[in-house]
């Protein structure tokens, strides 16, 4: 066991008859991973089992060297921010941070140090006498997330956190979820919003129905989806004797000339080789102004392989 | 185990205990539970009350007798049982209902010390409840007895001894049924059927075989209220028959069903999982 990673050995979670996840292998490294589903795809399944909140029907589950089932080593290294927006009675947002150090065990000293820097980081400072019954949905979601990393966890969960969010904020929190990442820590975020998920993310998880569907790096992940050749848009000034060029390679299935005449849209099962060729081009006076992979992205990988009707994105 | 655990341990316990024993005083939907607690002191304080106000002399004898038939066939069976249906059920199975459970559960506690720390909660809460009703209702008796006889009997008489038994066995009482309900909330998702059935158990103790009668809290606290209710009248039936167990065997097999009651809780909560979409 590495301890380093958070692996999930042939997991299965069924409820009753109903299937949460099935079979799902996973190693999962530092940095920020995503998991993109539709909704039941087993997203959150996979996260209450990571954080013990649910135990595996069969299957071993292994988080930097700590079984789920103790929590009480579990979560010094865990936080997670749960989808779930119910509190304890009666709390403000302080007593709800507070409460919790209390029962990680420590002083009142250390618990108020703490409690105070995490809800500064969520910038709640304001709010914090306040009891959290009156708080709007995005303060709910800032102070279940000054809960999750006011213990400075290396691993944190966080179920769809950047719900309720206004921009700003979102863009802080998104900062906020980097810093960790870069100091080593592991940030698991499950999210419907694909084009932060692009953004952000160093690896994705793609779920569908209970299983795991793709894994990895996302220009990884898309490369492998090999029933739909990557699309490559280029911008140049011949495009059409450019067209007629690049179908020297049996690998390329489409290319469409812009409607503008300065453009092309390529299809290639093979970028490297396309990408090699383009090299050979330029030098033979074809002027390129961009080449972008016009299908390289969350988006495209999430239809190509859930659908565009996988769910509600 | 190392004394650091036991340190830490403590130190979650008191967290627990100071989040829980204010959501257990205040919470509106146990206001009944003060209800019921209040119920024989308003009663008794109504009687002393009149007897005052009409220059009547108490018969400290007789008071005595009410109050022991009032406690151990209103009291112990109903008031405590149902004051415990009411906030040991609720320990896991009420935040289970409110969706706050996993408040508890993402924090670095063992189990075992959540429910150790939610039981003694519990036991805390109902203790001061029935046992401030206990007192009251007694203070009511002795109210209106002249104080040289109230003294007589409190120090001369054997009634402190009295106040003192009738107190421990209210508190045994909210150990014991505290115990079971605790339990039983992990084990039935509507657990009114389970608690009826357990109602009629301990009501049908005296009808039961000498093993059996084991089997429940009644009988244990049965052996040690201090006064003895004859058994004759139309609640005769209710009267546990059969030699009392001394008091030291009494405590001792209640705190022993209170042990197995955790002991099973505790294989519970390991399990426990959070799936409030099934509550």
């Given at each position: 066991m590495?301890?380093?990673?958070?692996?999930?050995?042939?997991?299965?979670?069924?409820?009753?008859?109903?299937?949460?996840?099935?079979?799902?292998?996973?190693?999962?490294?530092?940095?920020?991973?995503?998991?993109v589903?539709?909704?039941?795809?087993?997203?959150?399944?996979?996260?209450?089992?990571?954080?013990?909140?649910?135990?595996?029907?069969q299957?071993?589950?292994?988080?930097?060297?700590?079984?789920?089932?103790?929590?009480?080593?579990?979560?010094?290294?865990?936080?997670?921010?749960?989808?779930?927006?119910?509190?304890?009675?009666?709390?403000?947002?302080?007593?709800?941070?507070?409460?919790?150090?209390?029962?990680?065990?420590?002083?009142?000293?250390?618990?108020?140090?703490?409690?105070?820097?995490?809800?500064?980081r969520?910038?709640?400072?304001?709010?914090?006498?306040?009891?959290?019954?009156?708080?709007?949905?995005?303060?709910?979601?800032?102070?279940?997330?000054?809960?999750?990393?006011?213990?400075?966890?290396?691993?944190?969960?966080?179920?769809?956190?950047?719900?309720?969010?206004?921009?700003?904020?979102?863009?802080?929190?998104?900062?906020?979820?980097r810093?960790?990442?870069?100091?080593?820590?592991?940030?698991?975020?499950?999210?419907?919003?694909?084009?932060?998920?692009?953004?952000?993310?160093?690896?994705?998880?793609?779920?569908?129905?209970?299983?795991?569907?793709?894994?990895?790096?996302?220009?990884?992940?898309?490369?492998?989806?090999?029933?739909h050749?990557?699309?490559?848009?280029?911008?140049?000034?011949?495009?059409?004797?450019?067209?007629?060029?690049?179908?020297?390679?049996?690998?390329?299935?489409?290319?469409?000339v812009?409607?503008?005449?300065?453009?092309?849209?390529?299809?290639?099962?093979?970028?490297d080789?396309?990408?090699?060729?383009?090299?050979?081009?330029?030098v033979?006076?074809?002027?390129?102004?961009?080449?972008?992979?016009?299908?390289?992205?969350?988006?495209?990988?999430?239809?190509?392989?859930?659908?565009?009707?996988?769910?509600?994105? | 185990?190392?004394?650091?655990s036991?340190?830490?341990?403590?130190?979650?316990?008191?967290?627990?205990?100071?989040?829980?024993?204010?959501?257990?005083?205040?919470?509106?939907?146990?206001?009944?539970?003060?209800?019921?607690?209040?119920?024989?002191?308003?009663?008794?304080?109504?009687?002393?009350?009149?007897?005052?106000?009409?220059?009547?002399?108490?018969?400290?004898?007789?008071?005595?007798?009410?109050?022991a038939?009032?406690?151990?066939?209103?009291?112990?069976?109903?008031?405590?049982?149902?004051g415990?249906?009411?906030?040991?059920?609720?320990?896991?199975?009420?935040?289970?209902?409110?969706?706050?459970?996993?408040?508890?559960?993402?924090?670095?506690?063992?189990?075992?010390?959540?429910?150790?720390?939610?039981?003694?909660?519990?036991?805390?809460?109902?203790?001061?409840?029935?046992?401030?009703?206990?007192?009251l209702?007694?203070?009511?008796?002795?109210?209106?007895?002249?104080?040289?006889?109230?003294?007589?009997?409190?120090?001369?008489?054997?009634?402190?001894?009295?106040?003192?038994?009738?107190?421990?066995?209210?508190?045994?009482?909210?150990?014991?049924?505290?115990?079971?309900?605790?339990?039983?909330?992990?084990?039935?998702?509507?657990?009114?059927?389970?608690?009826?059935?357990?109602?009629?158990?301990?009501?049908?103790?005296?009808?039961?075989?000498?093993?059996?009668?084991?089997?429940?809290?009644?009988?244990?606290?049965?052996?040690?209220?201090?006064?003895?209710?004859?058994?004759?009248?139309?609640?005769?039936?209710?009267?546990?028959?059969?030699?009392?167990?001394?008091?030291?065997?009494?405590?001792?097999?209640?705190?022993?069903?209170?042990?197995?009651?955790l002991?099973?809780?505790?294989?519970?909560?390991?399990?426990?999982?959070?799936?409030?979409?099934?509550?």
């Amino acid at each position: 066991m590495s301890g380093r990673e958070i692996l999930f050995e042939n997991v299965s979670k069924f409820y009753g008859e109903v299937l949460g996840v099935n079979r799902v292998h996973l190693a999962i490294p530092p940095g920020i991973t995503s998991l993109v589903g539709p909704n039941g795809s087993g997203k959150t399944t996979l996260m209450n089992l990571m954080t013990g909140l649910l135990r595996p029907t069969q299957g071993r589950i292994d988080i930097l060297g700590v079984a789920p089932n103790e929590p009480e080593r579990l979560f010094r290294l865990v936080g997670y921010c749960t989808q779930f927006d119910s509190f304890p009675r009666g709390m403000t947002g302080y007593q709800f941070i507070y409460s919790y150090l209390r029962l990680h065990g420590k002083s009142h000293a250390e618990a108020d140090e703490q409690t105070w820097r995490a809800i500064d980081r969520v910038k709640l400072t304001d709010a914090a006498a306040r009891k959290i019954a009156g708080y709007s949905k995005g303060m709910r979601q800032r102070i279940k997330l000054a809960q999750a990393i006011c213990h400075d966890p290396r691993v944190l969960v966080l179920d769809e956190p950047l719900n309720g969010l206004d921009p700003l904020v979102r863009a802080e929190t998104i900062a906020l979820f980097r810093s960790l990442a870069e100091g080593g820590s592991h940030v698991i975020i499950s999210s419907h919003i694909l084009h932060e998920v692009d953004a952000i993310s160093d690896q994705v998880i793609l779920l569908s129905s209970g299983y795991v569907v793709a894994e990895g790096q996302i220009h990884g992940v898309r490369t492998e989806v090999e029933d739909h050749p990557m699309q490559i848009l280029i911008r140049c000034n011949r495009p059409s004797t450019l067209a007629s060029r690049i179908f020297e390679l049996d690998t390329v299935v489409e290319a469409r000339v812009h409607n503008d005449g300065k453009g092309l849209l390529v299809r290639t099962r093979d970028p490297d080789r396309f990408y090699l060729l383009l090299n050979r081009l330029v030098v033979d006076g074809v002027d390129l102004e961009s080449v972008a992979p016009a299908d390289d992205d969350v988006n495209s990988v999430y239809e190509y392989l859930i659908g565009p009707d996988g769910g509600s994105i | 185990m190392n004394p650091e655990s036991w340190g830490l341990w403590r130190a979650q316990v008191t967290a627990i205990l100071r989040l829980e024993i204010k959501k257990n005083f205040l919470a509106k939907r146990g206001l009944w539970v003060y209800l019921l607690a209040a119920a024989p002191a308003v009663l008794m304080w109504s009687h002393a009350a009149l007897n005052l106000r009409h220059q009547r002399v108490c018969d400290l004898g007789k008071d005595s007798l009410i109050f022991a038939t009032m406690f151990q066939f209103f009291y112990l069976r109903l008031a405590v049982f149902f004051g415990c249906v009411g906030v040991f059920l609720n320990l896991f199975r009420g935040e289970m209902l409110e969706k706050s459970l996993h408040y508890y559960l993402l924090a670095p506690v063992r189990r075992e010390v959540l429910l150790a720390g939610k039981f003694l909660a519990g036991v805390i809460t109902t203790s001061v409840i029935f046992c401030t009703g206990t007192a009251l209702t007694l203070a009511a008796i002795l109210v209106h007895v002249p104080r040289q006889a109230a003294e007589q009997y409190l120090f001369g008489g054997g009634g402190l001894g009295h106040v003192i038994a009738y107190i421990g066995t209210t508190a045994l009482a909210c150990i014991g049924y505290g115990s079971v309900f605790l339990v039983m909330g992990f084990a039935f998702k509507n657990p009114i059927v389970p608690v009826a059935l357990v109602l009629f158990w301990e009501g049908a103790n005296p009808f039961l075989p000498a093993l059996l009668k084991k089997l429940s809290v009644i009988f244990y606290l049965h052996s040690l209220v201090p006064i003895t209710v004859p058994a004759q009248g139309d609640f005769a039936f209710l009267a546990i028959l059969g030699q009392p167990t001394p008091a030291y065997l009494a405590v001792s097999g209640l705190l022993l069903i209170a042990l197995v009651c955790l002991w099973l809780a505790g294989r519970q909560v390991r399990k426990l999982e959070i799936n409030y979409g099934t509550e």
